[in-house]
């Protein structure tokens, strides 16, 4: 268990380009090759894959970093790991800087995405490996794996090979591997991605456990934000090498600083419409397309204290949020119905609204109510609903920007 504190953290990968090679030649017939692109800083040193991460981790924290593809989360990663250079900044583990030392001896331990097991030892073998390297005594080191295997539930099959296992249960192993030696941090890079949802939503609850039962800081690394939202005390929420917004689940959820963050956490994703808000004598108020929404007095007074003015804004609101309407009233906005999704309790309306698509969910109980039915909403049916004002967000439609903590990060 140990603090980790990164401080202006900065990775540089070279600009590389090829010489005294021979570039090979496509066929007249071949299509040109699609490379990834992502929308990183580029230097005169080179592409800037992390920039300026700044994290205190406290002890026995479990961090969740948190992004898409190419963001920069698991380069964040192998830098605390050992296994990447940090560029520019300073990586403190216990309150000891450690840019320069040794991933063997910075007391870390990590589990990766194909387990990578060996495939030619048994489960116990590849559990008293990181214990032989140090020269653990037999008896320390059977203690040690015999606890693992019981904390992790595989003690019987710690005589078979990763072949006989399921990925389930190998990545159970790769993580009593990580384990065994009780390191002071644990990093896991998207471990549970090779995993079928129905495994992935079990190894959750594990992890979950196992983090209940040893006293080891986490850091997390993946691209799915139900496990971010699940398992993490606070996400690290990534884009383009840069940290977008750092908080509990609930903060990134219910106050999120911007447009990506907004759309990023939450399923389905959150719906943008575009309005205008107008402070009038009794305050702010939003009009979209002419139907006026008064906004609650929490939200009164951050946009005040933040001086916000009458402006074009981009709204923000969650499909949970949306308030179904049987009828069409003053304060309603309607949409035309494009698709239909009967989920069970609820069923989820994929509607044009104000020129965009939108997801309205409605609980199939609030339809009963209404003396409706879940039949009665079809392709091309026309819905009015009305906001939830408490649960509105306002963005600003040139930065991105939360209105009401428009000067945080």
Known sequence: MATVTLKHIQKIYPNSEETGKKKKRRGKDEEPVQEKTYKLKVTDEGVVAVDDFNLEIQDKEFIVLVGPSGCGKSTTLRMVAGLEDITRGELYIDGKLVNDVDPKDRDIAMVFQNYALYPHMSVRQNLEFPLALRKTPKAEMDRLVNEAAEILGITQYLERKPKALSGGQRQRVAIGRAIVRNPKVLLMDEPLSNLDAKLRNQM??????????????????????????????????????????????????????????????????????????????????????????????????????????????????????????????????????????????????????????????????????????????????????????????????????????????
């Open 204 to 409: 959750r609850a594990e992890i979950i456990k196992l983090r209940q039962r040893i006293d080891t800081t986490f850091i997390y690394v993946t691209h799915d934000q139900t496990e971010a939202m699940t398992l993490g005390d606070r996400i690290v929420i990534m884009k383009d090498g840069e940290v977008q917004q750092i908080g509990t689940p609930s903060e990134v959820f219910d106050n999120p600083v911007n447009t990506f963050v907004a759309g990023f956490i939450g399923t389905p994703q959150m719906n943008m419409f575009e309005g205008e808000l107008k402070l009038g004598a009794d305050g702010y108020y939003l009009d979209i397309q002419g139907t006026e929404i008064p906004l609650p007095d929490n939200k009164q007074a951050n946009l005040k204290a933040q001086g916000v003015s009458s402006q074009k804004v981009i709204i923000g609101v969650r499909p949970e949020h949306i308030m179904y309407s049987k009828d069409a009233e003053k304060d309603t906005i309607h949409g035309t119905v494009d698709v239909t999704e009967m989920m069970g309790s609820s069923i989820h309306l994929h509607a044009s609204v104000l020129g965009n698509d939108c997801i309205i969910i409605v609980p199939t109980i609030d339809l009963a109510e209404m003396g409706l039915s879940a039949a009665s909403i079809s392709t091309g049916s026309v819905v009015n609903f009305r906001f939830a004002p408490q649960a509105i967000h306002l963005f600003d439609p040139e930065s991105g920007k939360n209105l009401e903590f428009k000067d945080q990060k």
